[in-house]
């Protein structure tokens, strides 16, 4: 898209209340809906095509990554991610305001990272009529997740949150504050359960070599 971006558009990835029936929003979401849909239609086995509409759809990522179906976003220009990035099935990206994911990245099954604010007040949220037209008023909190981070199946992460590196994150898991580096969170909302140390470890070469069950270091006799 060459259109010059909008006013409202640089509203909005700033986190500051925007209108999301802006002409340019609107053709930049439509856009990216529109891709997310074909990319979704394309057979896994037909890799090289699948890789060129979803490189089109977010710009700014690493090398060797893998998105499988369904993926979902919002614009697709404001997610960026490093190196050996790997989502599973039914992700939901919501990159209303930036989303910036740090190298060597998992995602489980219906993971989303929802970045949109409405105003908390009714009224406030309504559509209104407003110098701009006819329409609501809406903000976006950025997400930004260190390096080598797991999130497990159906972790929502709310916007403004930081994820520090290492970190792991609960099945089921509602994110709404800061996780420290190096940590497992868990629960609704997400809590710090414990530190990931040392003892955590399954050795994991010398255990499917020995054709063990994966016993961390810290429980064994």
């Not at 090289?48 to 060797?64: D, F, T, V």
């Not at 709404?176 to 994991?204: H, N, Q, W, Y």
């Amino acid at each position: 898209m060459a259109d010059e971006i909008s006013k409202d558009f640089i509203l909005m990835r700033e986190g500051k209340l925007y209108n999301p029936t802006d002409q340019y929003i609107t053709k930049r979401h439509d856009f990216a809906l529109n891709l997310a849909e074909k990319y979704n239609r394309v057979p896994m086995r037909q890799v090289s095509r699948r890789e060129r509409i979803i490189k089109k759809l977010i710009p700014n990522h690493g090398k060797n990554f893998c998105v499988w179906s369904n993926f979902h976003c919002e614009y697709g220009v404001n997610i960026t991610f490093g190196d050996d990035l790997f989502t599973n099935f039914d992700c939901t990206f919501l990159d209303v305001a930036p989303i910036k994911i740090g190298n060597g990245c998992m995602f489980g099954t219906r993971v989303t990272l929802a970045t949109p604010v409405h105003p908390l007040h009714f009224e406030e949220r309504k559509q209104q009529q407003y110098p701009t037209g006819y329409h609501d008023l809406e903000y976006a909190k950025p997400i930004t997740i260190g390096n080598d981070v797991w999130f497990a199946s159906c972790v929502t992460v709310c916007g403004g949150v930081t994820i520090g590196d290492g970190a792991v994150i609960g099945a089921g898991s509602v994110v709404t504050r800061d996780v420290p580096a190096r940590t497992f969170v868990a629960g609704v909302p997400a809590k710090v359960i414990r530190e990931i140390t040392d003892d955590d470890k399954l050795d994991v070469l010398k255990t499917y070599s020995a054709q063990e069950i994966p016993t961390p270091r810290g429980k064994r006799k």
